[in-house]
Each structure stands twice: as C-alpha cells, then as structure tokens.
C-alpha cells in the first residue's frame, strides 16, 4: 500500500514531514476479517509517551495466537526515545463473533481518545469488556473510560477509532 518506497524511504519521509524522532515498525499481528490488512489501530495503540495498549491472545488453539504472539514478542523490543522499554498493557482478545460464517474483527484496540473520556468498544462479552475497561483505566489514569456495544459496526469490518478517523481533531473536542 505505500508503493515503491523502501521502509527507510518511508522512514526519512515521515521523519522528514512530521518532525519525527523515532519510527517503530510491527511486523507481525493479524485480525480475522479485517478488511485494512491489519491496520495498527485494531492491534496496538500508544497511549502516552511510555506505553502501549496492545491485543493479547492466550488462546494456542485461537488463529490469532502466533501472530499476536509474535507481535508481542517485538513489543517486548521496543525502548522509547529515553532507551526504557515501553510499559506494555494486554487487552484481552475478543472472543470469536461470527456473522455468516465469517468471523468479524472485534477488538478492543479500536478506541477513541477524546477530551476528558476514552470510548472503546465492548461486544456483550462482559468478562473481556470489563478486563479492557480495566486495562484502559491503567493506560489512562486521568480519562473516564466509557464503553460502547460495537457489535453493529464490526460487522461492517470498523469500530469507534476506524468511524471517526476522517472527522477533524477541533470536530471532536
């Protein structure tokens, strides 16, 4: 999707246009049925300058498990600007939602950081929905952490952070 560019070319223009200081590549992680190709946003998220939220599967039988495991894995290798790794958080896996015999990309890493309140998406799974508020709660201590049933928006393949994404920042403050 980026076309001919190598990943350092990629690299230096986002650097270049941004002002970056540090690029970090994820190389592994995969969501059934999501319709992006994995885009970071449904797999792992920086909440503050030192940690990630991040799509954990414990489940070895699950298809998910390897690439997240793997995903995991390179997390684990990451250091922020200062050389510290990142402080890590694990939001549970959704267990599966299938609509028509094809499983739907539920996942708690599609949320919605807006002034005071993170909104992010439950599924009726009140155990999982729970755990992810809780892991929220930890990534942003100073926010209300508010949920909201996604289950009709992923089954258009999105969620709350995919539907709102083409609204401009001053529409949501």
């Not at 708690?108 to 993170?118: H, Q």
Request: aromatic share 8%; glycine share 4%.
């Amino acid at each position: 999707r980026n076309g001919q560019m190598s990943r350092d070319e990629i690299e230096e223009y986002l650097c270049s246009v941004f002002h970056l200081k540090q690029v970090l590549w994820l190389d592994h992680g995969y969501l059934a049925g999501d319709d992006t190709d994995s885009h970071v946003d449904t797999l792992a998220r920086l909440c503050s300058p030192d940690t990630i939220a991040y799509v954990q599967c414990t489940d070895t039988q699950d298809e998910h498990y390897e690439a997240l495991h793997q995903m995991e894995e390179q997390l684990k290798t990451f250091r922020t600007l200062n050389g510290n790794p990142y402080r890590l958080l694990a939001l549970p896996m959704v267990d599966k939602i299938e609509e028509e015999g094809e499983r739907l990309p539920a996942t708690y890493a599609n949320f919605l950081i807006m002034n005071d309140a993170v909104l992010y998406p439950t599924y009726r799974q009140p155990e999982n929905d729970q755990r992810a508020k809780e892991v929220l709660q930890e990534a942003f201590p100073e926010y209300e952490i508010v949920g909201i049933d996604c289950r009709a928006l992923i089954k258009q393949h999105g969620s709350l952070h995919c539907v709102t994404m083409q609204y401009p920042a001053g529409v949501l403050k």
